[in-house]
């Protein structure tokens, strides 16, 4: 199964990016869909999640206010407008789909690739 992310680039502080992911039907319309970010060194983490209902959370707290995340059930993408971007927002940033356990915590099940997002002072 592959999930294709796409939108992520070089941006300067304060500016937005749109991160899409586009997963097969079969997978999409089952699955929670999240994004998960990960700096060099550290491990993965959990940005936000969208159900099949469109129910969100989002789990880091930094992120909140800032960014949206939206699936789009016709095009079977999910995306995450990203705003007011800071240098601490720089990371490879990932598309999982899978379950929720719980009200708050994800397992994932298929992962893309990757995107790398780069905010600058």
């Known amino acids: 199964v592959q999930l294709v992310e796409s939108g992520g680039g070089l941006v300067q502080a304060g500016g937005s990016l749109r991160l899409a992911c586009a997963a097969p039907g079969t997978v999409f319309s089952v699955n929670v869909m999240a994004w998960y970010r990960q700096v060099p060194g550290k491990p993965r983490v959990l940005v936000a999640t969208i159900t099949t209902g469109g129910s969100t959370t989002y789990a880091d707290s930094s992120v909140k206010g800032r960014f949206t995340i939206s699936r789009d059930n016709a095009k079977n993408t999910v995306y995450l407008q990203m705003n007011s971007l800071k240098p601490e927002d720089t990371a490879v940033y990932y598309c999982?789909?899978?379950?929720?356990?719980?009200?708050?915590?994800?397992?994932?099940?298929?992962w893309g690739q990757g995107t790398q997002v780069t905010v600058s002072s």
């Open positions: 999982a789909a899978g379950v929720m356990i719980g009200l708050r915590a994800f397992r994932s099940d298929y």
